[in-house]
């Protein structure tokens, strides 16, 4: 008899596993601890890569369903200086590898692909007891349980399932980001809509740097990264979006007004995200009944790959048990022995943030698009 599976987490990881398995005819359910699909805005642009999120889809049979969603022209990519010279203008010319979608538009077509109540939302997980024989007992916050003999965490950075496998914990990289919008930029903000390119443009300087994508409608998504303590941005209040707005601006004073613009005319407050990653090495020693996918098992900071990894894993899982349906250990032992390695050797091969906004940028980001 095939083991249904519980997987927490309604994430790109969680649903694509949820689907590859749909696709081999073995039900799961999806728990999330957010009340609906529309909680929150889902992010911006993801690079969906051929050599892992594009397999990802196919195993799941959802290609033509991504390829109706890719945003066209958006793997152009413009750097520019501090004064908004621009010192690389690289086009999209339909050729790159990594198509741009929506993170909101591709959990969406995950979510419309799952049979109907496969997700089952508010439900957040309590804790997890082990019963044995590769059974766990999870218990959510309104004090139900569930009781499954394959449980999968795809929880994201705190993942609740990791704590029964492993002890490590994320730890702050030193860099975070402040993130806002700006609606309709070509009508709404045209001078710095007109700065940036078609796809993704980035200024930077040792330390510290302003990221801006293009989206849907000619809206604007912009970051500020900034490499500070933690105690630095605790000391500012976000509750007050434009005290907060305004301390971010003072470390770019002497900045080109157009790329300041997309701090200071941010339409929505401004949001801080604390980057955190786990150690390179991560891994765990094999639990009967349990795994991990994403960043719940390998948790880095912002490199493009983290989208990917999380969909390649739950796609690689869901085969992997297609495979092994009556023999679930086997099917979970194939799986983290090539994901260990395989999320090692992406975090060795990615530039991290400390790389980004080191002390040479933004000649070695040149030196590397000149080089690829």
Not at 175 to 188: C, K, M, N, P
Not at 231 to 236: H, M, V
Not at 291 to 320: C, S, V
């Given at each position: 008899?095939?083991?249904?599976?519980?997987?927490?987490?309604?994430?790109?990881?969680?649903?694509?596993?949820?689907?590859?398995?749909?696709?081999?005819?073995?039900?799961?359910?999806?728990?999330?601890?957010?009340?609906?699909?529309?909680?929150?805005?889902?992010?911006?642009?993801?690079?969906?890569?051929?050599?892992?999120?594009?397999?990802?889809?196919?195993?799941?049979?959802?290609?033509?369903?991504?390829?109706?969603?890719?945003?066209?022209?958006?793997?152009?990519?413009?750097?520019?200086?501090?004064?908004g010279k621009t010192l690389?203008?690289?086009?999209?010319?339909?050729?790159?590898?990594?198509?741009?979608?929506?993170?909101?538009?591709?959990?969406?077509?995950?979510?419309?692909?799952?049979?109907?109540?496969?997700?089952?939302?508010?439900?957040?997980?309590?804790?997890?007891?082990?019963?044995?024989e590769g059974r766990h007992?999870?218990?959510?916050?309104?004090?139900?349980?569930?009781?499954?003999?394959?449980?999968?965490?795809?929880?994201?950075?705190?993942?609740?399932?990791?704590?029964?496998?492993?002890?490590?914990?994320?730890?702050?990289?030193?860099?975070?980001?402040?993130?806002?919008?700006?609606?309709?930029?070509?009508?709404?903000?045209?001078?710095?809509?007109?700065?940036?390119?078609?796809?993704?443009?980035?200024?930077?300087?040792?330390?510290?740097?302003?990221?801006?994508?293009?989206?849907?409608?000619?809206?604007?998504?912009?970051?500020?990264?900034?490499?500070?303590?933690?105690?630095?941005?605790?000391?500012?209040?976000?509750?007050?979006?434009v005290a907060a707005t305004?301390?971010?601006?003072?470390?770019?004073?002497?900045?080109?007004?157009?790329?300041?613009?997309?701090?200071?005319?941010?339409?929505?407050?401004?949001?801080?995200?604390?980057?955190?990653?786990?150690?390179?090495?991560?891994?765990?020693?094999?639990?009967?009944?349990?795994?991990?996918?994403?960043?719940?098992?390998?948790?880095?900071?912002?490199?493009?790959?983290?989208?990917?990894?999380?969909?390649?894993?739950?796609?690689?899982?869901?085969?992997?048990?297609?495979?092994?349906?009556?023999?679930?250990?086997?099917?979970?032992?194939?799986?983290?022995?090539?994901?260990?390695?395989?999320?090692?050797?992406?975090?060795?091969?990615?530039?991290?943030?400390?790389?980004?906004?080191?002390?040479?940028?933004?000649?070695?980001?040149?030196?590397?698009?000149?080089?690829?």
């Open positions: 008899m095939t083991t249904h599976v519980t997987i927490i987490g309604a994430g790109l990881g969680g649903l694509t596993l949820a689907r590859v398995l749909h696709v081999h005819g073995i039900p799961s359910t999806v728990y999330e601890a957010e009340p609906s699909a529309t909680t929150r805005t889902q992010g911006g642009l993801l690079d969906i890569r051929d050599y892992n999120g594009q397999l990802a889809l196919q195993a799941a049979d959802l290609m033509d369903e991504f390829r109706a969603i890719v945003l066209e022209g958006r793997q152009a990519m413009r750097v520019l200086d501090r004064d690389l203008d690289l086009p999209d010319d339909g050729t790159g590898g990594s198509p741009e979608v929506l993170r909101g538009e591709l959990r969406q077509l995950l979510l419309d692909s799952l049979p109907a109540g496969t997700v089952r939302w508010g439900h957040k997980v309590g804790g997890i007891r082990s019963l044995g007992e999870v218990t959510f916050a309104d004090g139900t349980t569930v009781v499954t003999g394959l449980l999968v965490g795809a929880d994201g950075a705190w993942s609740r399932v990791r704590r029964p496998l492993s002890d490590a914990t994320p730890e702050y990289i030193g860099i975070s980001f402040v993130e806002t919008y700006l609606f309709d930029g070509d009508t709404r903000h045209p001078t710095s809509a007109k700065t940036l390119g078609a796809g993704a443009t980035m200024a930077l300087e040792p330390g510290k740097g302003i990221m801006a994508h293009r989206e849907r409608e000619g809206n604007i998504h912009s970051w500020v990264m900034l490499a500070k303590p933690r105690d630095w941005f605790e000391a500012i209040d976000f509750t007050d979006p305004g301390r971010i601006a003072r470390e770019f004073d002497d900045w080109a007004p157009e790329l300041t613009a997309l701090i200071t005319d941010g339409e929505t407050p401004p949001v801080l995200r604390t980057l955190h990653t786990l150690p390179a090495d991560h891994r765990w020693d094999r639990t009967p009944g349990v795994t991990l996918i994403g960043d719940a098992a390998h948790l880095t900071g912002p490199n493009g790959e983290g989208a990917n990894l999380a969909m390649y894993d739950g796609a690689e899982l869901g085969k992997a048990i297609a495979a092994h349906p009556d023999d679930i250990e086997t099917a979970l032992t194939e799986y983290e022995q090539a994901m260990f390695p395989r999320s090692a050797a992406s975090a060795a091969e990615q530039p991290d943030l400390h790389e980004v906004l080191g002390e040479d940028t933004p000649h070695n980001l040149l030196n590397r698009f000149a080089g690829s």
